[in-house]
């Protein structure tokens, strides 16, 4: 059974930093995608950025590129998101997802194929 656990998040003012951490366990494979993504109340939800965990390639939206890191740490098979210069608009429930791929093509979540597991979320709260 896969299982997506997210840790981190909270709440900060504008211009500080959060991490967020995912852990993902239970894939038989080493080829898998996680991404994030987040919700912000009465918006659709957003794919922000993702890592294809088998080479490290990555993708971020425009709104965070050069503010947020995601990174793969393979000894702790944990993904880690480094948001940096944050923003009121940044504030959000933040999902860890994942799935199995055997391109890095198909990681970022606008090329379509849905992510499989989920975790429950964590809030990110940026005050101005």
């Known amino acids: 059974q896969v299982q997506v656990v997210e840790s981190g998040g909270g709440s900060v003012q504008a211009g500080g930093s959060l991490r967020l951490s995912c852990t993902v366990s239970g894939y038989t494979t080493n080829y898998y995608c996680v991404a994030w993504f987040r919700q912000a109340p009465g918006k659709e939800r957003e794919g922000v950025t993702s890592i294809y965990t088998t080479d490290g390639t990555t993708y971020y939206i425009d709104s965070v590129k050069g503010r947020f890191t995601i990174s793969f740490d393979h000894a702790k098979n944990t993904v880690n998101l480094q948001m940096d210069s944050l923003n009121p608009e940044d504030t959000a429930m933040y999902y860890c997802?994942?799935?199995?791929?055997?391109?890095?093509?198909?990681?970022?979540?606008?090329?379509?194929?849905?992510?499989?597991?989920w975790g429950q979320g964590t809030q990110v709260t940026v005050s101005s």
């Open positions: 997802a994942a799935k199995t791929s055997l391109s890095a093509y198909w990681c970022a979540p606008h090329r379509g194929g849905d992510y499989d597991d």
